[in-house]
């Protein structure tokens, strides 16, 4: 079984400010790792993912995480965020025996403050 | 390239109604997925299927809860009868391939009165 937990509900930022998004996971076998992006009233969209090779991955708009096997981690981070980066994000796991069927975290609700 | 089509956007019901949500996934897509969000359960697996076929339903909660692909444009996910906990904002997703990401819907907002 796996499990994915996200420590912050909610990170208010101010704009331009850097910004982490944590996430930890637990699981007996190796994993694949994914941050999603959820905007209100739309469904969730894929950020960035970890499935081998460099354990940090990029995203397009600027987003990095970085898989810390040691640590069970797939933290978020930004060096620094916009206004249009206030939204739901959900980190989640899938394990390489399973394909596709990903465990979501809790989710983190970042706001991003002028 | 249209996403993952979900209707209705919006559905208001008594309990004990039957309640039909749709979902179009992305055109040669071969996986497709419902999912949950509430509050208190955040994102929840409901059922996936592998070429129209069910592979995985164990987080359907219910037997009041069904679900079927007819064929691979198209999927139905079915309460009947519906509760007021049924409420709850209900995605498709559908990816190609087992490691393929997965892209999601906009969601059915369900209210069960």
């Known amino acids: 079984a796996q499990s994915v937990t996200q420590l912050d509900s909610q990170v208010p930022v101010f704009e331009e400010a850097p910004v982490e998004l944590r996430c930890n996971y637990s699981?007996?076998?190796?994993?694949?790792l994914f941050w999603y992006v959820q905007y209100p009233n739309q469904g969730l969209q894929l950020l960035l993912k970890?499935?081998?090779?460099?354990?940090l991955v990029e995203s397009i708009n600027g987003f990095e995480a970085e898989f810390n096997k040691s640590q069970t981690s797939f933290h978020l981070r930004k060096p620094s965020v916009h206004i249009s980066d206030t939204a739901e994000y959900f980190c989640?796991?899938?394990?390489?025996?399973?394909?596709?069927?990903?465990?979501f975290g809790g989710g983190t609700r970042l706001m991003v403050k002028p | 390239d249209a996403g993952v089509i979900q209707s209705p956007r919006h559905e208001v019901t008594e309990m004990g109604q039957e309640v039909t949500l749709r979902c179009k996934p992305i055109?040669?897509?071969?996986?497709l997925f419902w999912y949950r969000q509430t509050m208190m359960r955040g994102l929840e697996l409901l059922i996936y299927?592998?070429?129209?076929?069910?592979?995985?339903d164990s987080g359907m909660p219910e037997d009041r809860f069904s679900a079927k692909m007819p064929n691979a444009s198209f999927s139905t996910l079915k309460i009947q009868p519906s509760e007021p906990r049924d409420s709850a904002v209900y995605f498709c997703?559908?990816?190609?391939?087992?490691?393929?990401?997965?892209?999601f819907g906009d969601g059915t907002r369900l209210s069960i009165l």
């Open positions: 997703a559908s990816s190609l391939g087992v490691f393929g990401p997965q892209h």
């Open positions: 699981s007996s076998v190796s994993v694949y």
């Open positions: 970890y499935l081998s090779g460099s354990t």
């Open positions: 989640a796991v899938s394990h390489n025996n399973a394909g596709n069927m990903l465990t």
């Open positions: 055109s040669g897509h071969d996986y």
């Open positions: 299927f592998n070429n129209n076929v069910p592979i995985d």
